[in-house]
């Protein structure tokens, strides 16, 4: 039985290779006679050349729209809406330092001290040169670990934040 089988499978294989591909020839494109441009020995650059540069990004109208939405959120007392709007406006502006502050503040507000301790931070972070933002999120800061109950940590915010006003 395996001696019908063997050259059964072998003729069968042989059946379905697929047949030697050729790749295309190579096309010149010239013809003989055709005129081709001829290298010069000397070539004129222009003195300057232009580039483009790009447009700036257009997040700033975009961030500023948000915030305004989110200002309008807060004034209704709707939180958590204020608190996805920022988010976005933190989708296109991720350095913004000023952005991570009014999110600290929210999740303090939302009952989220120790994530508003950390927004805070990174706020701080960003924001080299920006005292009184700084000072801001130290307050911040204070607030969160008061109330972790976390009296020296946020008495050291509070030192920290007096420093920086």
């Not at 120790?114 to 307050?139: H, P, V, Y």
Request: charged share 25%; glycine share 6%; aromatic share 4%.
């Amino acid at each position: 039985m395996k001696r019908v089988i063997f050259p059964l499978v072998l003729l069968l294989s042989a059946c379905s290779t697929a047949p030697p591909r050729t790749l295309p020839p190579v096309v010149d494109g010239t013809q003989p006679g055709s005129s081709q441009p001829e290298a010069t020995d000397s070539v004129e650059l222009p003195d300057t050349v232009e580039v483009p540069v790009p447009p700036p990004a257009p997040s700033g109208g975009a961030v500023v729209a948000l915030l305004d939405r989110a200002d309008a959120y807060h004034q209704s007392g709707d939180i958590s809406s204020e608190a996805a709007t920022v988010e976005r406006a933190l989708r296109i502006d991720p350095n913004n330092g000023r952005l991570w502050n009014r999110l600290a503040s929210i999740r303090l507000d939302q009952g989220q001290p120790r994530q508003a301790e950390q927004l805070a931070l990174k706020s701080n972070a960003l924001s080299r040169g920006e005292t009184r933002l700084q000072a801001q999120n130290w307050r911040l800061v204070a607030k969160a670990r008061w109330s972790m109950n976390d009296s020296a940590g946020a008495r050291a915010a509070e030192k920290k934040a007096r420093e920086l006003h």
